[in-house]
Antibody, heavy 128, light 107 residues
Framework: QITLKESGPTLVKPTQTLTLTCTVS??????????VGWIRQPPGEAPEWLAL???????RFSTSLKSRLTITKDTSKNQVVLTMTHMDPVDTATYFC????????????????????WGQGIQVTVSA | DILMTQSPSSLSASVGDRVTITCRAS??????LNWYQQKAGKAPKILIS???SLQSGVPSRFSGSESGTDFTLTIASVEPEDVATYYC?????????FGPGTTVDLK
């Protein structure tokens, strides 16, 4: 059974750097095809995808937040870490860690991938 | 970035009603369209992947389809437990964007 759990501060001050850790179980971060990402959701708004790191250390980032984000993984600790610099009150949100699931190959091609499961989320408030 | 739009933004349905939610992508996304259900205070949960593949444990009253440039989530007969917000999401290319959501409540 795959599980993910977020940890980190729930309150940060404006201009500070946020560091969130996702601890995973039920799979290895080094397994071929594995991807673990971060998604945030401000109160009353839609989810916003932030970043994804793959088993081979390839990384993808939100276009608008790319300059502020770093994502790394520690395979030995089963952890994925997201850092976001220059935090602002508009960054107040619930931050979710997600596992990227791949669908079966159809004629040699993977035609589906989705986020499942999601961690329980961690509420982060940015306030002085 | 691929922009995902949804309509309607909200709807009220009676138990037993057929409900349709539409999602559109601003660019080609092939079969990489997913639907999530989010209940109050919970993380989103995958309902349908790859346009129409129902995830394990999801009731068969949920279905997904494609028509031209539109993707559709249908609830064949709404149940009280379907009260939630539904999001489409494209997983074709990074950044993996979500739609703004459709909130379903009961009349």
């Amino acid at each position: 059974q795959i599980t993910l759990k977020e940890s980190g501060p729930t309150l940060v001050k404006p201009t500070q750097t946020l560091t969130l850790t996702c601890t995973v179980s039920g799979f290895s971060l080094s397994n071929s095809g594995v991807g673990v990402g971060w998604i945030r959701q401000p109160p009353g708004e839609a989810p916003e995808w932030l970043a994804l790191i793959y088993w081979d250390d390839d990384k993808r980032f939100s276009t608008s937040l790319k300059s502020r984000l770093t994502i790394t993984k520690d395979t030995s600790k089963n952890q994925v870490v997201l850092t976001m610099t220059h935090m602002d009150p508009v960054d107040t949100a619930t931050y979710f860690c997600v596992h990227r699931q791949l669908g079966a190959k159809v004629r040699g091609i993977i035609t589906q991938n989705w986020f499942d499961p999601w961690g329980q989320g961690i509420q982060v408030t940015v306030s002085a | 970035d691929i922009l995902m739009t949804q309509s309607p933004s909200s709807l009220s349905a009676s138990v037993g009603d057929r409900v349709t939610i539409t999602c559109r992508a601003s660019q080609y996304i092939s079969t990489y369209l997913n639907w999530y259900q989010q209940k109050a205070g919970k993380a989103p949960k995958i309902l349908i992947s790859g346009i129409s593949s129902l995830q394990s444990g999801v009731p068969s009253r949920f279905s997904g389809s494609e028509s031209g440039t539109d993707f559709t989530l249908t609830i064949a007969s709404v149940e009280p437990e379907d009260v939630a917000t539904y999001y489409c999401q494209q997983s074709y290319s990074s950044p993996f964007t979500f739609g703004p959501g459709t909130t379903v409540d009961l009349k």
